[in-house]
């Protein structure tokens, strides 16, 4: 074959796709049983066959990439939603995400005493505007929060991007550019990677070992199997990516542009619950906690009065995420706590992206040497090119960044085919 | 320095582990005006001494531990006030061959544990041979990360399993995060420990100095010549230096006026954590468990590495700590869940069931005032990181052990970084009043 793409997540799945509308002969080796990478989605945990998305939930306003794959596969999207709103004045500022529900000490604050905080923190933006790279906790201190607006505002790493707040900087939330015109996916996230992986020669459950050059060749090897190939692309997560083995050794600028990327820690809690329209009615656009799950949202109602509620929570090392009842626990307590109902719960589930050997974290941290590292992290090897969402050059990290890169390497895979001799006739 | 002629310059040294203590010791020395401050209420940082419970006056270091023969700065400073450091035993093989790398030094008959059981005789020798020709004919290149090199030497299952041990105990990362260089270049060799626990050090340091405990600092704002230091209790100190000693994922929840700049927050937000921390027990069977664990012992299982804390007790029961890290960080939530791992390696490398009589463990990525054991660069970046962690900004200048190009990551790293940031600011001139250049130093 021509082509070996590694990872059957989006980025792989658009490279293949491309690839092989081009022509070219492809095959996609996965780790894993199933496809969708971090875009999982379980439909066997909760009642009725509703979807359960383990990891990207939200499609946001721009991402016209991810739009378009939408559009052209017939995805189905939920009705438009908004996590949060924006300031009075209209404006869309890094206090906006404060103005939706706000539980504080397992406590709801009265839409005064948000209002009290938001506001706060509304000014601090304006008399002391934050530089993009200062840390989330640095610009709090500087700009002389009260310990209340601290904390709460520095406690939205927990949901975006899913870390604790330490290494997150102020461009994440300043301005907000994810959560204010957003839409999910009508049936499951995974519902895209499905679509895309029709046609494609995907094989599931070849974990790749070694990628070896070999007289103007490579060869792929598997637990089991050898693939050999002109070009790979590799569209695995930062972390797997360094589980495997190249020869010829990657050049020192690519093993440090992964390594100088760290991936961020934590997971999902997904409750469906009874007497959905009510706590969808009560819960209103989210609501954001100082307690381990930092934010929780509701997908529309679904058969018989149910309701899912997804919730993101950091790896803050309590012990939480690894503890399936206790996190759904504290995600009930959320609930009771922001709808002031009783919450039945019907079923659960908790992901941990820390453990999952093939993710390594929930999505890259492109901080470090911002804007090189992406472009770092895209560049070529020779016949080895690289995708994913920490290779994107616009919407890095999330799914439309993920199909762009996709479509990237596909790109240069084909540009080889057009400037570099033709293959080698087989000899004996 | 620019302070006003008879009185010594004011300094405030945020952070009491070794690196803030022998700043603060050195410019005392020199005649400074030095304070400490420090957020714990204790001094020593990730020097951490714990005695309770331990039977036979024993002790055990959750924190920083080992003196290899390369902590020069450190011994020389423990000398001067008065600490022990005990005798040597080794971890790499004493007999090493010529040219031999530290991973080979690791490799030896009856302390790798692989699937619950120690490699010994046939099943050892087959290892040794399988990493020893890897190295020969496919040798790693200094910055290939282990894990792809295991890969790209088609190493086998046991083999690889055996690395996880070995490869994880000098950093304390997952084989996927760290470079070759430290099971190539780096030599641990010989081991030696502060006699009565780490802290000695930092509790000897402390005891002239001035220290203000439970003192977190919220912001550092530079204007005007001075410094002026927010503490989170509100009150504000001024002073004409200050230096910042605290942990590399402690110094981005400190706010900075002007804000640092970005090339040094870019550094600090692409550093990977070394997360988890260690987990330390007293066993009654003290002969048989120091005949088995005095030189380390490696594993694959959550619990990468165990060692004697105290080898050179000869008598009594023995005091053994474990390591957990990375993905298997996870385990140390459970303090329970992480002591039987300890109690079933030990258990393994003696031979027999052993006797837990106290016990103590530390998380120290849930530790705020650190989020992380440390920080351990590869090879190819060390040096343009630490250029860019170390330099000071103004009036503050920054210590701590991830500022040391050569040994970042351990105690030497934040004794030597503690000197050097002496330095930087006995080396700063006197400020001459303006009035004193016009009358004193201008030819009428």
């Not at chain 1, 604050?109 to 790279?133: H, K």
Request: a negative charge.
């Amino acid at each position: 074959m021509s082509t070996v793409v590694i990872g059957a997540g989006l980025a792989g799945l658009a490279a293949a796709r491309s690839l092989t509308r081009a022509g070219e002969d492809v095959v996609v080796l996965e780790a894993q049983p199933f496809v969708g990478g971090r875009t999982r989605t379980l439909r066997d945990r909760l009642r009725h066959g509703q979807p359960a998305d383990l990891g990207a939930s939200f499609i946001d306003i721009g991402q016209d990439k991810l739009l378009q794959y939408c559009d052209e596969l017939g995805v189905a999207l939920t009705p438009q939603v908004a996590l949060f709103p924006s300031d009075p004045d209209g404006r869309l500022t890094a206090a906006s995400p404060l103005r939706t529900t706000l539980v504080i000490g397992g406590r709801r604050l009265s839409v005064c005493e948000r209002d009290r905080l938001a506001d706060e923190v509304r000014t601090a933006l304006d008399t002391t505007p934050p530089e993009p790279t200062e840390p989330v906790l640095a610009w709090t201190a500087r700009a002389g929060l009260t310990p209340a607006a601290r904390n709460l505002f520095c406690w939205q790493t927990g949901y975006n991007p899913v870390h604790e707040a330490s290494q997150v900087p102020m461009s994440m939330f300043h301005p907000p550019h994810v959560g204010s015109v957003c839409w999910m996916m009508a049936d499951g996230t995974d519902a895209l990677a499905q679509a895309l992986a029709e046609g494609l020669d995907i094989r599931l459950e070849q974990p790749v070992r070694a990628t070896r050059r070999r007289r103007g060749q490579l060869v792929v090897e598997t637990d089991t199997d050898r693939f050999s190939a002109r070009d790979v692309v590799v569209a695995t997560p930062v972390t797997p990516t360094l589980a495997i083995g190249f020869d010829p050794v990657l050049p020192d600028w690519k093993v440090n542009a992964l390594l100088a990327t760290p991936m961020t820690q934590g997971g999902k809690v997904i409750g469906q619950y009874a007497d959905g329209e009510v706590i969808s009615r009560a819960l209103g656009l989210s609501a954001m906690s100082d307690g381990p799950i930092s934010l929780i949202w509701a997908r529309p109602t679904g058969p018989e009065d149910t309701v899912v509620v997804l919730g993101l929570l950091a790896d803050r090392a309590d012990g939480v995420l690894r503890d399936e009842e206790r996190c759904l626990t504290v995600l009930d307590d959320l609930v009771a706590a922001a709808t002031g109902t009783s919450p039945r719960r019907l079923a659960g589930v908790v992901q941990d992206w820390t453990q999952e050997r093939y993710a390594g974290g929930v999505v890259s941290m492109l901080m470090g040497d911002f804007p090189r590292l992406p472009s770092l992290l895209a560049q070529s090897v020779g016949p080895i090119h690289f995708a994913g969402e920490h290779t994107a050059e616009m919407w890095a990290t999330g799914m439309d960044g993920a199909l762009r890169s996709g479509e990237r390497a596909a790109a240069e895979v084909l540009q080889r085919r057009s400037t570099r001799q033709p293959e080698p006739l087989a000899v004996g | 320095m620019d302070a006003s002629s008879n009185e010594s310059p004011r300094v405030l040294v945020v952070g009491a582990g070794l690196a803030g203590l022998t700043a603060a010791h050195a410019l005392t020395a020199a005649g400074l005006d030095v304070t400490v401050l420090e957020a714990r209420d204790r001094v020593g940082g990730r020097t951490y001494t714990v005695r309770e419970g331990f039977a036979d006056g024993q002790h055990g270091d959750l924190g920083g531990e080992l003196v290899t023969i390369d902590y020069r700065a450190l011994t020389a400073l423990c000398a001067a006030v008065g600490v022990e450091v005990s005798d040597e035993v080794w971890y790499e093989r004493p007999q090493a061959r010529p040219g031999e790398t530290p991973l080979e030094g690791y490799l030896s008959d009856g302390r790798i544990i692989v699937d619950g059981q120690v490699l010994t005789g046939g099943r050892f020798a087959a290892v040794d041979d399988e990493i020893r020709v890897a190295l020969r004919d496919t040798p790693p290149a200094g910055h290939e990360v282990i894990e792809q090199w295991t890969r790209r030497a088609g190493l086998s299952g046991v083999a690889r399993r055996a690395l996880a041990g070995i490869a994880r105990m000098p950093v304390q990362y997952d084989l996927v995060h760290i470079d070759a260089h430290y099971l190539t270049d780096a030599h641990v060799g010989n081991v030696r420990r502060i006699v009565g626990g780490s802290q000695q050090l930092a509790n000897a340091l402390a005891r002239d100095l001035r220290v203000r405990l439970e003192a977190p600092v919220l912001c550092v704002r530079q204007s005007g010549g001075h410094v002026r230091v927010e503490l989170e209790n509100g009150e504000q100190l001024t002073a004409d230096r200050v230096v910042v000693a605290i942990p590399p994922f402690v110094l981005p929840t400190i706010g900075f006026d002007p804000p640092l700049p970005a090339s040094l927050i870019g550094a600090l937000t692409s550093m990977q954590r070394s997360r988890g921390g260690k987990v330390i027990a007293q066993y009654a069977e003290g002969d048989a468990v120091r005949a088995a664990l005095s030189h380390a012992v490696f594993s694959d299982g959550p619990l990468n590495t165990a060692w004697v804390s105290n080898p050179y007790v000869t008598s009594g029961p023995a005091v053994v700590s474990g390591f957990f890290s990375g993905a298997d960080r996870a385990v140390l939530e459970s303090e329970e869940t992480a002591l039987a791992f300890l109690d079933e390696l030990v258990g393994v490398a003696v031979g027999g069931p052993v006797t837990r009589i106290a016990q103590h463990s530390k998380n120290w990525t849930a530790d705020r005032y650190a989020f992380a054991m440390g920080v351990m660069y590869n090879q190819a970046t060390r040096d343009s990181l630490v250029a860019q962690l170390a330099t000071p900004e103004r009036r503050v200048h920054f210590a701590g052990d991830f500022t040391d190009l050569e040994l970042s990551g351990t105690m030497e790293g934040a004794v030597r970084s503690g000197h050097r940031v002496a330095d930087e600011i006995l080396r700063e001139p006197t400020r001459i009043p303006l009035t004193e250049i016009n009358t004193r130093m201008v030819r009428k």
